[in-house]
């Protein structure tokens, strides 16, 4: 790797005050590695962007935010490691792997989100400077940037998803849009972990979420670490709990919504908006405007991830289906927006989201 030291110190280094997946320390990036929660935490550094691509890929690191973030950092590796060949008038090997980074997950679109933002970082910093220092400089600055914003964005819409919840509510959430899914404190967890603070979350029922488990391993391992009443549910059990149980708000991330108001999240969310309709129970999707994709003009448009049978027919390479037998394995569904009782980002409350009410939420 490319020495650090005639880049600024003070950009070597950042680690949020509070918990978060993800860490820049002395200009490499470290990432918790999920697969192993919540029994071993394991952190793994890296140095190069191709490296930080199988990361994504291979769920070290996971969650539309966190994805998106951990990308950024990529670039910026990509520019430490090539500092030696690069020129302002060929900036190929850090395309190149900005491309690489891109192809890592196609349906979150805070990666996309990131990875523009550090391309217009890129053309701004090449057609400023022409010193490489320069350029590496202002890509981990926009690194840093992208981190820290997505955290603040996290508490905003926190706050703003915490203000619907009354005193003492029931709250199902499926997956994991926590900590772990973002910079640090979470989306749908944001709320969670916002109310809470205001003495508003009586219970929380987390899906465990077949076959990555984020919300058995993840999910739980976080709320029980925040002290926050947490019972996990198994995927078929989630009927007979929202029948069975006064569950106000059914609350989620997002991976990507469609300008009509769709929201492309884990798969088994489209089946829990039906079942929460039925029983009375709202649902809100928590997520910031970098999930949303307005180009998308509607849901059944989203490119939805389908990852390998063998993530079905396994468990940690134990096969639990006969030899031979194929799985159908597709990372998200996506609800309609008629399912949705609110969309919350940083910016505020989008309710009973609809095509109009979503860009007016983005022109005001
Ligand atoms: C805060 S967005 C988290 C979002 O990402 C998860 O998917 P994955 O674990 O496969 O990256 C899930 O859809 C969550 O809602």
């Given amino acids: 790797m490319a020495t650090t030291n005639s880049l600024p110190s003070t950009l070597m280094n950042f680690e949020p005050q509070e918990f978060s997946p993800i860490r820049w320390n002395n200009g490499a990036l470290e990432l918790l590695d999920q697969r192993l929660l919540p ?3 394991h952190w793994i550094s890296y140095q190069d962007a191709p490296s930080v691509a199988h990361a994504i890929t291979d769920m070290v690191v ?18 430490m490691a090539h500092r ?21 997950r196609p349906t979150a679109i805070n990666l996309m989100w990131a990875l523009d933002r550090m391309k217009l970082c890129l053309l701004k910093a090449v057609a400023k400077h022409t ?6 400089t202002a890509l981990i600055e926009e690194a840093i940037s992208i981190h820290q914003q997505d955290i603040h964005f996290c508490h905003s819409i926190g706050d703003h998803g915490a203000d619907l919840l009354s005193p003492n509510s029931t709250v199902y959430t499926h997956c994991n849009a926590g900590a ?13 972990r916002s109310a809470f603070t205001q003495d508003k979350i009586s219970q929380v029922f987390a899906g465990e979420t077949r076959p990555w488990l984020q919300g058995a391993r ?11 009443p947490v019972r996990l549910v198994t995927e078929g059990a989630a009927g007979h709990t929202l029948k069975h149980n006064s569950v106000d708000w059914l609350i989620v991330g997002a991976d990507r ?9 884990k798969v088994g969310t489209y089946n829990l908006a039906i079942l929460a309709r039925h029983h009375n129970c709202k649902v809100m999707v928590a997520a910031p405007s970098s999930t949303f994709d307005l180009t998308i003009h509607q849901g059944d448009d989203i490119p939805i991830e389908q990852r390998a049978d063998q993530e079905v027919t396994h468990y940690q390479d134990i096969p639990i289906a006969p030899e031979g037998v194929s799985a159908l394995n597709p990372s998200f569904d996506v609800t309609p927006a008629d399912l949705i009782d609110a969309i919350v980002t940083e910016r505020g409350v989008i309710e009973r989201p609809n095509r109009e009410k979503i860009a007016a939420h983005f022109d005001s």
């Fill in 257 to 265: 919504i469609a300008a009509d108001g769709s929201v492309a999240n």
């Fill in 62 to 79: 996971r969650g539309a935010p966190a994805i998106g973030i951990t990308a950024a950092y990529g670039v910026a590796l990509s520019a």
């Fill in 180 to 192: 772990l899914a973002t910079g640090g404190h979470g989306t749908a967890l944001g709320v969670i």
């Fill in 84 to 104: 030696g060949t690069l020129s302002s008038e060929d900036l190929t090997p850090i395309m190149a792997d900005i491309t690489l980074l891109s192809n890592s």
């Fill in 131 to 136: 010193a490489i220092d320069a350029i590496v």
């Fill in 39 to 41: 029994h071993q935490i």
């Fill in 218 to 228: 993840l999910t739980s391992w976080e709320l029980q670490q925040a002290g926050i």
